[in-house]
């Protein structure tokens, strides 16, 4: 089975810009979570989608936002960028709602803020 | 709301020498997951301990966790190169899965 997919890899943008990072989730896979992994704050939970329905949501400022499709595929997007969100973006899927499952991570996307 | 504490933060030693992380959480868990990092890398789950007192061997490792079900730890025995990382418990409580923040290994081979 192939692994859970980010895009992009990379990205670069500055203060004010909004960004649009996508998951593909492993296929049969139902629940996609985002986490934000900075050095100084670890790994931090942003949100939960199950079968398109949000299902939990971290402390994260409403600038913060995403969806789920269909085909489980996420998006997360960030509007109105700061400094602060610099960090890499992983998503992790599981077949059943969060916690009661396996997490299979992405590879992350690193988003650097000018 | 439920927290998740791991210590100690980084952890350097020598190869062959022995390692230890714990975990604690705010409440009563229903599981706890471990994941490893490698540089570079992103989290991959390594086990899941559900039932109190549970312990679990993966060749040199060795989970535990704690009899009311708030603590966890991971000991590796005799560290190699290959165990270089950063090690993070995932405790699961109320539909939520709070990540501790991990603990840096580094070995000095």
């Known amino acids: 089975k192939a692994g859970v997919t980010q895009t992009p890899r990379y990205l670069i943008k500055t203060r004010g810009q909004q960004v649009t990072l996508s998951c593909s989730p492993i296929?049969?896979?139902?629940?996609v979570s985002w986490y934000q992994q900075t050095p100084g704050q670890g790994l931090q939970f942003l949100f939960e989608?199950?079968?398109?329905?949000?299902?939990n949501k971290g402390n994260f400022p409403g600038r913060f936002s995403g969806r789920q499709f269909s085909n489980s595929r996420s998006e997360m997007n960030v509007s109105t960028l700061e400094l602060g969100d610099s960090a890499l973006y992983l998503c992790?899927?599981?077949?059943?709602?969060?916690?009661?499952?396996?997490?299979?991570f992405g590879p992350g996307t690193r988003l650097t803020v000018l | 709301g439920q927290q998740v504490m791991q210590i100690p933060q980084y952890q350097h030693v020598q190869e062959g020498e022995d390692f230890t992380t714990y975990c604690n959480s705010s409440?009563?868990?229903?599981?706890i997951q471990w994941y490893k990092q490698r540089p570079g890398g992103h989290p991959v789950f390594l086990i899941q301990?559900?039932?109190?007192?549970e312990v679990k061997k993966q060749k040199r490792l060795t989970f535990q966790f704690g009899e009311a079900k708030k603590n966890s730890s991971l000991h590796i025995t005799a560290t190699q190169t290959t165990d270089v990382g950063t090690y993070f418990c995932?405790?699961?409580?109320?539909?939520?899965?709070?990540f501790g923040q991990g603990t840096r290994l580094t070995i000095n081979p």
């Open positions: 409440t009563t868990l229903s599981n």
């Open positions: 989608y199950f079968s398109e329905t949000q299902r």
């Open positions: 992790a899927s599981s077949l059943r709602s969060l916690g009661g499952d396996t997490q299979y």
């Open positions: 301990l559900v039932k109190s007192g």
């Open positions: 995932a405790g699961r409580g109320a539909q939520k899965l709070v």
């Open positions: 296929s049969g896979h139902r629940s």
